[in-house]
């Protein structure tokens, strides 16, 4: 490559670099939903989908890799996007990607999109539901333009208060023609309520008047910090900024747990406020990932547990029912056998798969509740069993 090719090849690189740079979340959700279209898809989609589709770093990289989705790169195409075809242009493409990334906080999403314990088991729920019934997320051609007079002639009008004549409910236009969501998006997002909840009071977050069993409230009475006087402002602590109480002093502690002795709650509370990495489980059962993002036990007050940036997950009274609801929502949302391949309603919209996943999520939460609270019972009694008998050598 001669010196005037590589100053071409600059200039290319400085104009897709200025080009890149300059798009904002407005044009890059534009690209996910044009994508979403031509897919056949509702523009509603499971938010790490979104999360990643609309990221501009990874879909250039994915470009380059020749791994980038096929609707995705034409969706691109049309609104003038396209992955440059110069080296230069390319260069310059993905460093104004990796600008807009750090202006954009596109990469910080992700995380803050996973950086709760409750967000991180909707992210999970949704790969889950998307998994057992993509027509969740899909839409059908109605075969109509999408104009007011030919949606009343198709009866898919719906008059408001003030009577104005509008789309019915879950109606919208993509390139001119009329679709039907198959579901709404409303609807949807409440299947992750069951799972919400199977983790909300498995992390202790469900109790309004005071503290989880063996915790201080959150904002706790001055004679007895297990309660509280202000039940707004501590089931706003716990809803809005998933805060938990501390432990309770050791005094306290014991009257309501005896089956931990005191030898039990010092270490788990040396454990709970380690801040040094361990990675290695099989010495003590432990392991602590840099920053305390992750922690883990064999053996804490709650038996086996995770810690989630500093939030506790008790095996048997959090993760049993929260996969267990996964499972129950997963399971109610498949199309029913009329629905499925070689059924009588193949390829049509199963009218009772939302019902259907609440039901099971709702069912699977508290029958995984039942299962893990009576594994944590048996277990604290033969804790309290044991320590009893070590005392009575004493």
Partial sequence: MNLEELIQQAKYARSAFKEEIGRGADEQAKMFYKTRELQGLDDDAPRMDKTMGEHPLVYRIRENLGIADRDAMEARALLGMEMKQTPGGR??????????????????????????????????????????????????????????????????????????????????????????????????????????????????LMTPFGGYEGYEAVVPNAQDPSKTDNAVLEVASKYILGRTGNLLDWDEFKKVRPDVSKGEYNAYKAFKYDKAIDVNPFDDGNISLP????????????????????????????????????????????????????????????????????????????GGMAIGNTIESERRKRNEASNQAYYDTL
């Fill in 91 to 204: 260069i310059g493409q993905l460093g104004g990607a990796l600008g807009a990334d750090i202006i954009q906080d596109k990469s910080r999403s992700i995380w803050w999109l996973l950086n709760a314990a409750q967000a991180a088991g909707n992210v999970l729920n949704d790969y889950g539901l998307k998994k057992s019934n993509p027509s969740l997320y899909g839409s059908t051609d109605l075969n109509t333009p999408f104009n007011i007079n030919d949606l009343k002639a198709a009866g898919l009008t719906r008059l408001t208060e003030t009577g104005r004549e509008v789309p019915a409910e879950g109606i919208y236009g993509a390139n001119g023609r009329a679709k039907r969501r198959n579901y709404r998006s409303g609807m949807v997002a409440a299947l992750g309520a069951p799972v919400g909840f199977a983790i909300n009071q498995g992390m202790g």
């Fill in 291 to 366: 920053g305390g993002v992750l922690r883990a036990t064999t053996d804490g007050i709650h038996g086996a547990e995770i810690q989630f940036l500093g939030r506790s997950l008790p095996v048997n009274t959090a993760l049993v029912p929260f996969l267990s609801s996964v499972a129950g929502t997963m399971a109610g949302v498949r199309r029913g056998r009329k629905y499925r391949k070689g059924g009588e309603f193949e390829g049509k919209v199963d009218p009772d798969a939302v019902k259907r996943g609440l039901m099971g999520g709702s069912a699977g939460a508290l």
